[in-house]
């Protein structure tokens, strides 16, 4: 299943509630990973964005959790704009609130999107059992997602890449690719001897720096087209 939750509105609509968390990521003294908070809250947006829309969902609202003090809202909220824009959502409100009594020696930030979908609209579309895999993007963690941002899944690509039908899209977190493959596929057990790929379907993919998608044969060119360089095979067996 996905990492949200989704709400019945009315008799054509859907609430999709998604969410991502970020903690020890930022510029205080105790933090493991060192970066700027407009990078937390930036990777923490594509995360909670990318599980909206890959369940059919478009984000309506986003809300931001602050726990790395007052000093840093415009900071985080510049990171949160910076991933609307690449989405062209640049007019969706942001709101939230900051933890300004107590510091903490951490960075923690908490971070949801609210998104629509319409009942009409089937966010897990109807494939056929000759399925191929692929991974577009790389799985990258900690320093790497920084030292290696030109292997990082563009929002703009997933975003096209979520519109095609006959497609199943499913973002790759903290657990892995492997982990995620029987997530989108429940009734079946995969193992990593049966995954094919030059990429460690085992490592995190940290904040969903890659994501899985199921196609039939006839999506693969416009797939390739799309996704480019950050295109990779998974042969199952």
Same mark, same amino acid.
């Given at each position: 299943?996905?990492?949200?939750?989704?709400?019945?509105?009315?008799?054509?609509?859907?609430?999709?509630?998604?969410?991502?968390?970020?903690?020890?990521?930022? #510029?205080?003294?105790?933090? $493991?990973?060192?970066?700027?908070?407009?990078?937390?809250?930036?990777?923490?947006?594509?995360?909670?964005?990318?599980?909206?829309?890959?369940?059919?969902?478009?984000?309506?609202?986003?809300?931001?959790?602050?726990?790395?003090?007052?000093?840093?809202?415009?900071?985080?909220?510049?990171?949160?704009? @910076?991933?609307?824009?690449?989405?062209?959502?640049?007019?969706?409100?942001?709101?939230?609130?900051?933890?300004?009594?107590?510091?903490?020696?951490?960075?923690?930030?908490?971070?949801?999107?609210?998104?629509?979908?319409? $009942?009409?609209?089937?966010?897990?579309?109807? $494939?056929?059992?000759?399925?191929?895999?692929?991974?577009?993007?790389?799985?990258?963690?900690?320093?790497?997602?920084?030292?290696?941002?030109?292997?990082?899944?563009?929002?703009?690509?997933?975003?096209?890449?979520?519109?095609?039908?006959?497609?199943?899209?499913?973002?790759?977190?903290?657990?892995?690719?492997?982990?995620?493959?029987?997530? #989108?596929?429940?009734?079946?057990?995969?193992? @990593?001897?049966?995954?094919?790929?030059?990429?460690?379907? $085992?490592?995190?993919?940290?904040?969903?720096?890659?994501?899985?998608?199921?196609?039939?044969?006839?999506?693969?060119?416009?797939?390739?087209?799309?996704?480019?360089?950050?295109?990779?095979?998974?042969?199952?067996?």
């Amino acid at each position: 299943m996905r990492d949200i939750i989704t709400i019945p509105l009315t008799s054509t609509d859907t609430l999709i509630i998604a969410s991502d968390n970020s903690g020890g990521i930022g #510029m205080k003294a105790g933090d $493991l990973v060192q970066v700027s908070y407009d990078t937390v809250a930036y990777y923490s947006f594509r995360v909670a964005a990318m599980e909206c829309i890959a369940a059919g969902g478009i984000p309506l609202s986003v809300v931001l959790h602050n726990f790395c003090g007052d000093l840093t809202w415009n900071d985080l909220i510049k990171g949160i704009q @910076k991933g609307l824009a690449q989405l062209n959502l640049e007019d969706i409100p942001i709101t939230g609130s900051t933890e300004s009594n107590f510091p903490l020696q951490q960075s923690a930030i908490g971070l949801v999107v609210l998104g629509q979908r319409s $009942l009409t609209k089937d966010s897990e579309n109807v $494939l056929s059992a000759n399925l191929k895999f692929a991974v577009i993007g790389s799985p990258l963690v900690g320093n790497e997602v920084i030292d290696q941002a030109d292997k990082v899944l563009p929002l703009s690509v997933f975003q096209e890449v979520s519109k095609l039908e006959k497609l199943m899209v499913w973002p790759v977190g903290s657990k892995g690719i492997l982990y995620e493959m029987n997530q #989108m596929f429940p009734n079946k057990e995969f193992t @990593k001897e049966m995954l094919h790929t030059k990429l460690d379907v $085992l490592k995190s993919s940290g904040p969903a720096t890659c994501c899985i998608i199921a196609y039939e044969q006839a999506q693969e060119e416009k797939l390739k087209k799309i996704a480019a360089g950050y295109y990779h095979f998974i042969t199952v067996k």
